[in-house]
């Protein structure tokens, strides 16, 4: 195959990818969806300073009314809280909860289950280079994605 129709497959693969493993995700714990699963990681990124309800969007690519939407059902279910802002009212936090911690702390042997069964068939050297690709490719989205809000030029 040639480097433009490899280019391709993995563009493509992306996509295709990223969808099954959401539907399997949601499969193997009905508890948590893989998008709610998603958006409490992305808030761990934050460390103990509670997020924007908008830097956690843009960080995840995703629009601040979907982020909400999520973050309203977990915080329902007591693993995130919905915090105005003490310095700016108009500004809204997103902060992990104690049960949010208990919760995956419980999860803990299931999530690694999970991540052998996926990577079972690769070698450390596989494994390794995937890391490798997946980290030089998130590295040109976000730089394209700087460049695309000036809109595309060719």
């Known amino acids: 195959m040639d480097e433009i129709n490899k280019e391709k497959f993995i563009f493509g693969s992306l996509f295709l990818l990223a969808n ?5 995700g949601d499969r193997w714990d009905t508890d948590i969806t893989m998008k709610q699963w998603f958006l409490i990681a992305m808030i761990a990124q ?3 300073a509670p997020p924007k309800l908008s830097e956690v969007a843009e960080f995840m690519g995703s629009s601040r009314q979907n982020v909400k939407q999520l973050a309203l059902k977990l915080e329902e279910r007591g693993l995130v809280n919905i915090e105005k802002d003490k310095a700016d009212n108009r500004v809204i936090r ?18 690694n289950y999970f991540l052998k069964e996926l990577y079972k068939d690769f070698s450390e050297e596989e494994v390794d280079n995937l890391y490798k690709g997946m980290y030089q490719l998130g590295e040109s989205i976000f730089r394209m994605d700087e460049l695309s809000k000036g809109g595309f030029k060719i």
Do not use: M, W
Request: proline share 0%.
């Open 94 to 111: 997103l902060k992990l909860t104690e049960a949010c911690e208990v919760f995956f702390k419980n999860r803990e042997d299931r999530e």
């Open 46 to 48: 934050f460390g103990d």
């Open 20 to 24: 099954r493993l959401q539907v399997i």
